[in-house]
C-alpha cells in the first residue's frame, strides 16, 4: 500500500496549532472521539485514492442526510448522520497532511460549519415540532422558530467574523495585535473590560462542549438518544440566548477595533 498508519499518526497533529485548538483536543469529548477515529478511516481513504477535498464533500453528504433524518422523523438515524460527519470533518484534514492540500482546500472544509450551523439545529427544532413538544409558556411552533434562529445566530456571527477579519486584513492588522495594543497602551478601560468578557464568554471549553459544532452533536446525540425531549427544548433557548449574548459582546469588541485602527489612521 501506498500509505502506512505511520504516515498518517506522524502528521494527524499540526505542531503549530493554538493553544486553543490543544485545549479542544484533549478535553471536548467529541473531539477525542472524531481524533481517535479519523487515522483508521484516512487510511481507508488515502489508499483509495481519495482526495481530501472528496472527503469533505461526503461530509457535507452526511449533514445532508442527517437534516432530511430528522426532518422525516428519524433522529436516531440523523444522529448517526451527524456523527459521520464528524468524523469525516477530521478524517479531511487527517487525509490532507499527508497527501497534500489543495489552495481551496480550507474554504471547501469551512463550508462544512455553515451547512451544520445552518440545517442541523433548525431540522431537530422541526421534529420536535412534530412531536408537538411544548415548555409552559412556548408552544412546538415557538420552540422551532427559537431553534431556527439559532440556526441563523450562529451563521450571523460567522458573517460578521468574516467581515472583521477582511476589514484587519486591509490594514495588515489582526484581532489580537488590536486589543494587545488597547491593552497595553490602556486607552480605553471600557474596551479593556469588553475584550475579556468577550475571550471569557467564547472560552474553547465553554464553546466547543456545548454551543459549536462538537458541543452540537454531543448534546443532540444524548438528549435524542434518551429521547429527553423537554431537556432538547430547553436546550436550543439556552444555545439562543448564549448566541445573542456573543453577538451583542461582538458587535462591541468590532465597534472598538474599528474604532482603533480608524484613530491609527484616520481617513482622508
Known amino acids: 500500500m501506498r ?27 467529541v473531539n477525542i472521539i472524531t481524533k481517535t477515529l479519523s487515522p483508521y478511516s484516512a487510511f481507508v481513504f488515502l489508499n483509495l485514492g481519495i482526495s481530501a477535498d472528496i472527503v469533505t464533500f461526503l461530509s457535507l453528504g452526511a449533514i445532508f442526510t442527517g437534516a432530511i433524518l430528522f426532518i422525516v422523523g428519524y433522529p436516531v438515524a440523523g444522529i448517526v448522520a451527524i456523527f459521520i460527519f464528524g468524523v469525516l470533518d477530521s478524517t479531511d484534514g487527517d487525509v490532507a497532511r499527508v497527501s497534500g492540500r489543495t489552495k481551496y482546500g480550507g474554504t471547501l472544509d469551512s463550508l462544512g460549519a455553515d451547512f451544520f450551523y445552518a440545517l442541523i439545529p433548525s431540522s431537530v427544532g422541526y421534529f420536535l415540532f ?74 474553547v471549553l465553554v464553546k466547543d462542549n456545548f454551543f459549536s459544532e462538537p458541543g452540537l452533536i454531543l448534546w443532540f446525540s444524548l438528549l435524542i438518544f434518551f429521547e429527553q425531549w423537554k431537556f432538547l427544548a430547553w436546550y436550543f433557548v439556552i444555545l439562543l440566548l448564549y448566541n445573542f449574548g456573543f453577538l451583542v459582546l461582538n458587535f462591541i469588541k468590532m465597534y472598538l477595533i474599528f474604532l482603533a485602527i480608524e484613530k491609527e489612521q484616520p481617513l482622508k
Open 3 to 29: 500509505y502506512t498508519f505511520k504516515q498518517i499518526f506522524a502528521t494527524r497533529y499540526d505542531s503549530t496549532r493554538p493553544r486553543a485548538r490543544r485545549l479542544a483536543e484533549r478535553f471536548v469529548p
Open 130 to 203: 412534530l412531536q408537538g413538544i411544548t415548555l409552559g409558556v412556548l408552544s412546538s411552533q415557538d420552540i422551532f422558530t427559537v431553534a431556527v434562529f439559532g440556526s441563523f445566530s450562529f451563521l450571523l456571527y460567522r458573517t460578521i467574523n468574516i467581515k472583521r477579519l477582511k476589514f484587519l486584513m486591509s490594514y495588515n492588522r489582526q484581532d489580537t495585535t488590536v486589543a494587545s495594543d488597547i491593552f497595553d497602551l490602556q486607552k480605553n478601560r471600557t474596551a479593556n473590560f469588553i475584550f475579556r468578557i468577550v475571550k471569557l464568554y467564547r472560552h
